[in-house]
């Protein structure tokens, strides 16, 4: 069979029906072995573990193949003859997710929901946001449809406005295999135990903490534009360049316009990649003006086919400079050989705070892609303020008759919190800190469980009394609830 055989024929078209673990390792080993992908260590330990039943917790490094291993596991389901799931907090990630298992299964076995679209929703296989499947699942309950669920990064867990629909499945779906995934889990032995007591399955962590792609990390006290220059010079881009606002990634693409970072021949790539292209917005005609230098623009403000554009053209190699958000910590796959963070504080919603170390080594993580590069780079700079008054006192050094004229700068009164090579040591040399629960009680949750088959009123009691909050949280969600319920019955929704 030629290779171009062997990629028409897709997975669905290949899968026995039947459980034996061994015939389907094989088969999928072969499939992979027709694309050139040969299996590590952790990823082959995995797969066992999901067809033999096991729920997986996969806690390996970004870039080492969970992706692989997901796919192995719906291939599992599909020849058991069960639906699954996948999930991811963002869209981008949904939808790339969605066309990589449509060519691996074939369009007509797997599907899309999420709050814009749906796209053959019966299908085998469902590409969705996480909350699409916590509310599907509170509305349901066992009776979801789904006997695997791939729970894709899974470190939202801890999100505090978010992590409650990554837990919500978890409690509610005690028929389904899981798998969670994220290269920065921290420690996970709770999570095995809590589905093994709901759901008589066993489960394992398969953990690894070699990169395929080695990180490089270098504290730079240069200012930003030389950090840029000097990477770009010595071929380490693409550069994905942090920010934590996105008027900052705007300014900051702007600034670089006056880089020539491309040549003639890639910048009439550029024109002929763009052509016919709708730039119809003022975003679109900045970003039109930014790529044309090589620069792209990567964040959620943007239309999804501005960043789809974005996505493309730096995968062609095509931008040597992305400035972006702390959005590309989730796993689209975009090639970056360096990560370059502007600062090391970002504004939560609170206060300005330094980051964690789960934050820091998941943006991080960007770096270097397998298949890509033999080594990823991240580089963070030192505070401006700090910067400007190294250099003047390096002036000071060189004259000292200028001592008399040296004002150092003061860091910025808001929006800063400070950071140093010390701090910075911490981030590289840190592991992820534990997951905290953030289970949440919302009109929505209490409807959604009233409305299920059976008896709702008792289901919900259930939820509030076994989740994986502590026993005073338990009480401020019941509290809630009983105040929640009591209002929509005297708005006479629920009877």
């Known amino acids: 069979m030629t290779d171009a055989a062997a990629q028409a024929i897709t997975l669905a078209d290949r899968i026995p029906v039947g459980t034996d673990p061994d015939l389907l390792l094989d088969l ?17 330990e995995a797969i066992l573990e999901l067809l033999s039943g096991t729920h997986v917790v996969l806690a390996t490094p970004t870039g080492s193949g969970k992706s692989l291993v997901a796919t192995a596991a719906h291939a599992a389901a599909m020849a058991r003859g069960e639906r699954s799931i996948y999930t991811a907090p963002i869209k981008a990630l949904v939808s790339e997710k969605f066309f990589a298992l449509a060519r691996d299964f074939g369009p007509e076995h797997v599907g899309m929901v999420t709050g814009d679209a749906s796209v053959n929703p019966g299908a085998p296989i469902i590409c969705a946001t996480a909350e699409i499947l916590a509310h599907q699942t509170l509305r349901e309950g066992a009776e979801c449809p789904f006997g695997l669920v791939v729970a894709d990064e899974f470190h939202f867990y801890g999100d505090p406005q978010r ?4 837990q ?12 969670l995934m994220s290269a920065t889990l921290g420690p996970t032995a709770r999570f095995t135990e809590d589905l093994t007591r709901r759901t008589g399955r066993s489960a394992v962590t398969v953990a690894g903490t070699v990169r395929p792609v080695p990180l490089t990390f270098e504290y730079r006290e240069t200012p930003l534009h030389e950090s840029i220059t000097e990477l770009v ?18 300014e900051k693409a702007q600034d670089l316009c006056s880089l020539d970072v491309l040549t003639k021949d890639e910048k009439a790539a550029v024109r002929s ?3 016919g292209f709708r730039f119809d917005t003022p975003i679109g005609k900045d970003l039109k003006r930014f790529i044309g230098h090589g620069i792209g623009l990567h964040h959620a403000g943007m239309l999804p086919r501005y960043r789809l554009l974005v996505e493309k053209l730096a995968q062609a190699g095509l931008l040597k400079l992305i400035c972006g958000t702390d959005t590309l910590g989730v796993g689209v796959n975009v090639p970056i050989r360096t990560v370059l963070f502007t600062q090391l504080c970002k504004y939560d919603g609170v206060s300005t705070r330094l980051l964690g170390n789960r934050e820091f080594a998941q943006i991080s993580g960007r770096a270097g892609r397998r298949g890509f590069d033999d080594e990823g780079h991240v580089w963070v700079q030192a505070p401006v303020h700090w910067i400007e008054n190294r250099r003047a006192e390096a002036k000071v050094v060189a004259d000292p008759g200028k001592k008399k004229k040296l004002v150092k700068k003061k860091p910025p009164d808001r929006g800063y919190a400070h950071w140093n090579e010390e701090s910075y040591q911490k981030l590289v040399d840190g592991t992820p800190e534990p997951l905290i629960s953030s289970f949440d009680v919302t009109h929505q949750m209490v409807l959604n469980m009233l409305s299920r088959p059976g008896d709702g009123r008792q289901d919900m009691k259930r939820l509030l ?5 502590p026993r005073d949280r338990q009480r401020h969600h019941i509290r809630r ?8 019955r005297d708005a006479g929704v629920i009877v």
């Open 465 to 469: 009394l076994d989740n994986h909050e």
């Open 273 to 275: 990649e763009v052509g």
């Open 28 to 44: 999928f080993v072969d499939w992979a072995a027709e694309r050139n992908l040969e299996l590590y260590e952790a990823q082959e």
């Open 233 to 250: 010079d010595v071929d380490r881009a693409p550069v994905y360049i942090v920010h934590f606002t996105q008027k900052a990634a705007s």
């Open 481 to 488: 609830a009983i105040g929640i319920y009591r209002s929509l």
């Open 163 to 166: 992590g409650w629909a990554w």
């Open 168 to 179: 919500v499945p978890l409690l509610e779906l005690p028929n389904a295999q899981f798998l």
